[in-house]
């Protein structure tokens, strides 16, 4: 059975290549989309716009230099860019001119003059194209639950949310860089060979023995006193460090040690030279933030590692609105990195001096702040770069940061996926999620779930019971 795609605008600004996903099938983009993707094109919101430029850029690629009647009918999706369309193929894309949709006998179409007439125009071509195609499936694909709701209510059979992006099935599945055994490892190892490097013992382990989940940089840890790294996979056996549960309870940057075992497992990853990338999540309390800003204070002031420390983060559109006003952008985003500063007075709180302590580690540590939205299209050489709040970007935000990641350069993410306050994301299909997911596998990624809260025994109480 043919199967019809009519795409919603914000499956184009969630996903400008959203496109290529249907690559084997006919995708429908009605001309009110358009009509939307070149109106916030031009919006000062910077992140929408920028992904309205690309999803029509992409359009206009494939489209290139047809006929009206073969956009009408459709234009072959395939692009050198994309090998997922490449793979897939034989799909077509059609704009569809929802301005000529003729009452037809038995359509229950919706009202297309009042303040939602753009849903409504765009449902009424999935009908449409419902009732002229009765062979084929003709769905509805958008991210807006009551523009699902009310498509199904007009009779569409067939709606669904965009789910390329959603790489999970349950957000309890996603990886938290470590493994907790019941009772004791050892017992559920039948076979080790165990090896002395300098300072380390080594276990290796057969692979079919340990659960499929491990990657490298990952610990495994028991209700004993075991606690295991793993350094190196093969395709037979797992490499893993045997680790002191008690050193790794007493290391410190800037002062700061771990308060329980997740925190000092994130102190160990952080330590980890060979890591290029850690991914931190955890709920609000955890101490996500301070572990990365005493790291980072510590490498960049004690052992000179990198030259400057650049903590990012999403501003709201509002941010773009206060632009004109005087002061450098961190003066602007002091709003919205209070948090850090926040960390920084843990941090120096007890000196003699602490307003001109802090001021003078941001000096000294070089610490800039900076806003996402105007962090693309440059590179970051010698810096470590702090990512705060992830939760609320989307994979196509988050992989543009991680690409301006430059020569002798480390990037922290934060995040906390309960806390999401974008209308268009949910925990699966958060850019932080994504990012867990695809990079579980690479070996100079490391990804650490600090789960205990050690903000006040009040924030406790607040995050599991309210």
Same mark, same amino acid.
């Given at each position: 059975m043919e199967k019809i795609y009519v795409l919603d605008t914000n499956v184009l600004l969630h996903d400008p290549m959203a496109i290529y996903a249907f690559a084997e099938h006919k995708v429908v983009i009605p001309m009110t989309v358009l009509e939307e993707l070149d109106e916030i094109k031009d919006r000062r919101d910077k !992140? @929408?716009?920028?992904?309205?430029? &690309?999803?029509?850029?992409?359009?206009?690629?494939? @489209?290139?230099?047809?006929?009206?009647? $073969?956009?009408? $009918?459709?234009?072959?999706?395939?692009s050198a860019d994309c090998e997922q369309a490449a793979s897939k193929g034989n799909g077509t894309l059609a704009i569809y001119a929802d301005q000529k949709i003729t009452q037809l006998d038995n359509v229950p179409f919706l009202n297309g003059n009042h303040h939602h007439a753009n849903d409504n125009r765009i449902i009424n071509v999935a009908?449409? &194209?419902?009732?002229?195609?009765?062979?084929?499936?003709?769905?509805?694909?958008?991210? !807006?639950i009551n523009m699902r709701i009310k498509a199904k209510g007009s009779g569409l059979e067939r709606v669904e949310d965009y789910r390329k992006d959603k790489v999970l099935d349950d957000v309890d599945l996603l990886n938290k860089g470590y493994i907790e055994v019941d009772g004791r490892f050892w017992d559920t190892i039948s076979n080790v060979e165990t090896e002395t490097h300098g300072s380390h013992t080594v276990h290796k382990i057969k692979r079919d023995e340990l659960p499929d989940e491990l990657y490298l940089n990952m610990f495994v840890i028991d209700e004993e006193e075991f606690c295991g790294f793993v350094v190196n996979i093969d395709d037979n056996y797992l490499y893993m460090i045997d680790i002191n549960r008690q050193s790794l309870m007493h290391q410190s940057f800037w002062g700061i040690e771990p308060r329980n075992l997740e925190q000092a497992m994130a102190?160990? +990853?952080?330590?980890? !030279?060979?890591? !290029?990338?850690?991914?931190?999540?955890?709920?609000a309390g955890s101490g996500k933030t +301070? &572990?990365?800003?005493?790291?980072? &204070?510590? @490498?960049?002031?004690?052992?000179?590692?990198f030259n400057k420390i650049? @903590?990012?983060?999403?501003?709201?559109? +509002?941010? $773009?609105?206060?632009?004109? +006003?005087?002061?450098?952008?961190? $003066?602007k985003m002091a709003p919205w990195l209070a948090a850090f500063d926040d960390n920084l007075e843990i941090l120096h709180g007890n000196d003699e001096h602490a307003v001109s302590s802090i001021e003078y580690v941001k000096q000294k540590a070089n610490i800039q702040f900076k806003s996402l939205n105007f962090m693309r299209g440059r590179s970051f050489n010698n810096a470590l770069i702090i990512v705060d709040e992830a939760q609320g970007l989307t994979q196509f935000q988050l992989k543009s940061i991680v690409t301006r990641v430059g020569a002798n350069s480390k990037i922290i993410v934060l995040g906390n996926l309960a806390q999401i306050d974008n209308k268009y994301i949910t925990p699966l299909t958060s850019g932080l999620t994504y990012l867990v997911e695809r990079c579980k596998s690479f070996k100079y990624t490391s990804i650490m779930h600090v789960n205990g809260i050690e903000r006040s025994r009040l924030a406790e109480f607040a995050e599991e019971n309210l």
């Amino acid at each position: 059975m043919e199967k019809i795609y009519v795409l919603d605008t914000n499956v184009l600004l969630h996903d400008p290549m959203a496109i290529y996903a249907f690559a084997e099938h006919k995708v429908v983009i009605p001309m009110t989309v358009l009509e939307e993707l070149d109106e916030i094109k031009d919006r000062r919101d910077k !992140d @929408v716009s920028r992904e309205a430029r &690309l999803a029509i850029n992409i359009i206009d690629k494939i @489209v290139d230099d047809a006929s009206p009647k $073969e956009l009408q $009918e459709g234009v072959p999706i395939h692009s050198a860019d994309c090998e997922q369309a490449a793979s897939k193929g034989n799909g077509t894309l059609a704009i569809y001119a929802d301005q000529k949709i003729t009452q037809l006998d038995n359509v229950p179409f919706l009202n297309g003059n009042h303040h939602h007439a753009n849903d409504n125009r765009i449902i009424n071509v999935a009908l449409s &194209l419902q009732a002229i195609n009765p062979r084929a499936s003709a769905c509805l694909v958008t991210k !807006d639950i009551n523009m699902r709701i009310k498509a199904k209510g007009s009779g569409l059979e067939r709606v669904e949310d965009y789910r390329k992006d959603k790489v999970l099935d349950d957000v309890d599945l996603l990886n938290k860089g470590y493994i907790e055994v019941d009772g004791r490892f050892w017992d559920t190892i039948s076979n080790v060979e165990t090896e002395t490097h300098g300072s380390h013992t080594v276990h290796k382990i057969k692979r079919d023995e340990l659960p499929d989940e491990l990657y490298l940089n990952m610990f495994v840890i028991d209700e004993e006193e075991f606690c295991g790294f793993v350094v190196n996979i093969d395709d037979n056996y797992l490499y893993m460090i045997d680790i002191n549960r008690q050193s790794l309870m007493h290391q410190s940057f800037w002062g700061i040690e771990p308060r329980n075992l997740e925190q000092a497992m994130a102190f160990y +990853l952080l330590r980890h !030279d060979n890591s !290029d990338m850690m991914i931190m999540t955890g709920p609000a309390g955890s101490g996500k933030t +301070l &572990l990365a800003l005493a790291y980072g &204070l510590h @490498v960049t002031m004690e052992e000179k590692r990198f030259n400057k420390i650049i @903590v990012a983060r999403s501003t709201p559109p +509002l941010a $773009e609105d206060i632009g004109f +006003l005087p002061g450098t952008e961190e $003066e602007k985003m002091a709003p919205w990195l209070a948090a850090f500063d926040d960390n920084l007075e843990i941090l120096h709180g007890n000196d003699e001096h602490a307003v001109s302590s802090i001021e003078y580690v941001k000096q000294k540590a070089n610490i800039q702040f900076k806003s996402l939205n105007f962090m693309r299209g440059r590179s970051f050489n010698n810096a470590l770069i702090i990512v705060d709040e992830a939760q609320g970007l989307t994979q196509f935000q988050l992989k543009s940061i991680v690409t301006r990641v430059g020569a002798n350069s480390k990037i922290i993410v934060l995040g906390n996926l309960a806390q999401i306050d974008n209308k268009y994301i949910t925990p699966l299909t958060s850019g932080l999620t994504y990012l867990v997911e695809r990079c579980k596998s690479f070996k100079y990624t490391s990804i650490m779930h600090v789960n205990g809260i050690e903000r006040s025994r009040l924030a406790e109480f607040a995050e599991e019971n309210l």
